[in-house]
């Protein structure tokens, strides 16, 4: 009963900006990290952003640092990614994801457990 569902993307010109909402239910959402990846046509899914179950700790992939802000409102079950000064190559698949174990795994895609179905981002030139 576990549901993971992104939204917010679309088409944007570069140096524009988006914002993403993953909205999670039937888990309690307080006790897990949540992250964000993307893939791109060709691509393996990589790691762009994870937020831990005290809000204080997130991390992020060097190639978005400064641009991206990664939030969460527990209250309301949803995590967010800001996305500022988007570049073409930020153009891919996003998709959210819980994670239940430590900060160990915050970087690996298989150290999750409930994934969403993913929204484009397209970002033009």
């Known amino acids: 009963q576990v549901q993971v569902v992104e939204s917010g993307g679309g088409l944007v010109q570069a140096g524009g900006s988006l914002r993403l909402s993953c909205a999670a239910s039937?888990?309690?959402?307080?006790?897990?990290?949540m992250g964000w990846f993307r893939q791109a046509p060709g691509k393996e899914r990589a790691f762009v952003a994870d937020?831990?179950?005290?809000?204080?700790?997130?991390a992020y992939v060097d190639s978005v640092k400064g641009r991206f802000t990664i939030s969460r409102d527990n209250a309301k079950n949803t995590v967010y990614l800001q996305m500022n000064s988007l570049k073409p190559e930020d153009t891919a698949v996003y998709y959210c994801a819980a994670r239940s174990q430590g900060l160990y795994g915050r970087y690996d895609p298989s150290k999750y457990d409930y994934w969403g179905q993913g929204t484009q981002v397209t970002v033009s030139s």
């Open positions: 937020i831990s179950w005290s809000v204080s700790g997130t």
């Open positions: 039937g888990l309690t959402f307080s006790r897990y990290g």
